[in-house]
């Protein structure tokens, strides 16, 4: 039997254990063995259909076929996303608590943000230079937090900084590993839900001011769809589903330290702070690294997708990472290309189709699951790329390899800097 036979027969073999110890490559690989954009297996003992491209990804985001409630691992909700969170919502429900995310995440507070994160990445550089040694990875989040909780209204101090940037980081870090890391990071999550839900009380109780439409603000006063205050611990799970994400910015930050040393052709254009470059570079990152490997959920009824027909309750995963290195939606995948996301002349970031660049999910994130925080990953990442580029350091020996076994992959040095100068 050959080797598209056996997976056609997998949904018989469990693949819970391969998917860990492949990582990004396990789904791409079964597609791959097959010849075609989906395949059948079964994940976690539950039938299991992964798909790719623009409309397996339009299947996924369409609640008819697909839905979140009650589909992503428990181990994921309780380290990454926390209980309750918008992500685990459907229908009104999600509609009107991601209505919330839009407003924060996608208006005209993304500027705000991404001056205070370039100001503190600004003054950390000095500090940096007075320093043997910095690792990259856990320095920009270090800066991530100092900008992003300033502009939520998260309260910290200088002493607090560095614990808070390692327990969001470590929320991250650990959603899709075992024991220790990952206990560790439920421990993590427990800790700061239970240290924000007394920050929301008191504003509530009239006990704490925050900035009027700050993060914390509009957050504490969101009504759900059932016109209900969010329970204390649920607004804080959704503080944090707002400063995480963008904490975890430092992981492209360390991709482009990454690519800034294999392509340094680039450097002197994206010194030059080129908008429409640093956005491509930007872009080009986010496709060409691996972050999220896939996205899914559940089919609440039996559906068909292109002659298979997928179970009630089966499991439906689009494959996030296989879909960045399509060849056919992006041809040389496995080349460093930002120009691919320029116009003909070069000089304007063109236009990208909902369905097409997918690392943080597809469609449009005002009606559907794509991360609302994506336009705020990109300004950010555009910034900081701009300044990392005009940055003067040497990279020492170290280990760069970045394996796609782990998940969340990143450079296994966290990227080490000596001899830290300003540009």
Not at 180 to 196: D, F, I
Not at 294 to 313: D, H, K, L, N, Q
Request: aromatic share 8%; net charge neutral.
């Amino acid at each position: 039997m050959g080797i598209a036979d056996a997976v056609m027969r997998m949904p018989r073999w469990d693949q819970s254990i391969p998917m860990l110890a492949r990582g990004y490559a396990w789904l791409p690989d079964l597609r791959r063995a097959v010849g075609r954009d989906s395949v059948r297996t079964r994940l976690m003992m539950r039938p299991t259909l992964g798909v790719e491209g623009a409309g397996g990804a339009q299947f996924v985001y369409d609640e008819r076929n697909v839905r979140r409630s009650g589909a992503l691992p428990e181990p994921v909700v309780s380290t990454l996303f926390g209980h309750g969170a918008v992500h685990t919502l459907d229908g009104q429900a999600h509609r009107v608590r991601k209505a919330m995310f839009v407003h924060l995440l996608m208006g005209e507070g993304i500027g705000d943000l991404v001056d205070r994160v370039t100001s503190a990445w600004d003054e950390a550089v000095p500090r940096w230079a007075e320093q043997p040694q910095v690792v990259l990875m856990d320095a920009a989040a270090e800066v991530l937090t100092r900008g992003v909780c300033d502009w939520a209204a998260v309260p910290v101090t200088d002493e607090e900084l560095p614990a808070l940037a390692r327990d969001l980081t470590t929320m991250v870090d650990s959603f899709a590993t075992g024991a220790p890391r990952h206990w560790r990071a439920r421990r993590v999550r427990q800790r700061r839900e239970a240290w924000l839900a007394g920050i929301v009380e008191e504003v509530r109780g009239g006990r704490r001011s925050v900035p009027a439409g700050s993060v914390v603000d509009v957050v504490a006063g969101h009504r759900d769809s059932d016109g209900e205050l969010l329970e204390p611990r649920v607004a804080a799970v959704e503080v944090l589903n707002v400063i995480r994400p963008t904490v975890a910015v430092c992981w492209f930050v360390g991709f482009t330290a990454h690519a800034l040393h294999h392509w340094p052709g680039m450097r002197e254009r994206l010194r030059t702070g080129e908008p429409a470059f640093a956005t491509a570079v930007a872009h080009e990152v986010r496709r060409y690294y691996p972050f999220a490997p896939f996205i899914g959920g559940r089919s609440p009824r039996e559906v068909e997708w292109e002659g298979e027909t997928v179970p009630a309750g089966a499991m439906v995963l689009l494959d996030l990472f296989g879909q960045n290195h399509d060849p056919e939606v992006f041809p040389e995948p496995y080349a460093f290309r930002p120009e691919r996301f320029l116009d003909g002349a070069g000089a304007a970031v063109r236009r990208i189709g909902p369905w097409e660049l997918v690392p943080q999910g597809a469609g449009d994130p005002r009606t559907g699951h794509r991360c609302p925080g994506e336009d705020i990953t990109v300004a950010l990442l555009s910034a900081l790329a701009v300044r990392l580029a005009r940055l003067e350091y040497t990279l020492p020996p170290q280990d760069l390899e970045i394996s796609l076994r782990r998940i969340p992959a990143r450079p296994a040095s966290g990227v080490v800097l000596t001899a830290v100068r300003p540009g």
